[in-house]
């Protein structure tokens, strides 16, 4: 719910956000190839590999960081805490899906004809959570957890991010706003800014993560197929 007024600052939660349904576009367009690029693209390039990461990381502090609290504090609301059980099983959804694409990238001979439909469910499903969460649980979530705990929150996923901090920023500010870049940049030390900008974010565009630069062709599978 991007027009609603929040009493905590949602910025990071909703250029995470921003950040995989960009990849989830890019996905997208990977799946609907029919020559080998698709199978190629995610097993070569790093695209995928840092998708992966860090939906498991942003997945993973709201199952152990949000959920909880939101669990509590919502004991004697039953319709909202289903809400919250609702969030829960979506995200138990991602992981069988995220193993089963890696293991169709690692299967050489057969990998390939499961790869797209695979794919397919995890953009949709992931696009369908994300839709559903900015408009149902962060309000819900805005009006009961304390800024102590969405602190706490914030906290764990950059602890979870680690020694990362180098390809994460670089991968979140892929494609951001000029005014979300901003905002995330301007709360950085001072002195990180020109390491982001002369050293961090040339490393990543020269990664060439999703492999656009070496495409051979964009033939697109039959509708249905």
Known sequence: MRGKAFRHDMTMMFAVHDALRRDLERLARVAARTDDDPWHILRVGTGWDLFRRYLRVHLGAEDDLLWPVMRRALADRPDELGLIAVMEAEH??????????????????????????????????????????????????????????????????GRRVGSGTCRYLPWLLDHASAENAAIILGQLPESIRPTYLNLWQPAYAAQDPWGARGSRRTARRPHGA
């Open 92 to 157: 138990a959804t991602f992981e069988p899906l995220l193993h089963a694409i890696d293991a169709a990238l690692a299967d050489h001979d057969t990998g390939r004809r499961r790869l797209g439909d695979l794919l397919d469910g995890l953009v949709s499903g992931l696009r369908g959570h994300l839709e559903h969460e900015e408009d149902e649980a962060l309000p819900l979530i805005d009006a009961v957890a304390t800024a102590e705990q969405m602190h706490r929150f914030g906290a764990e996923h």
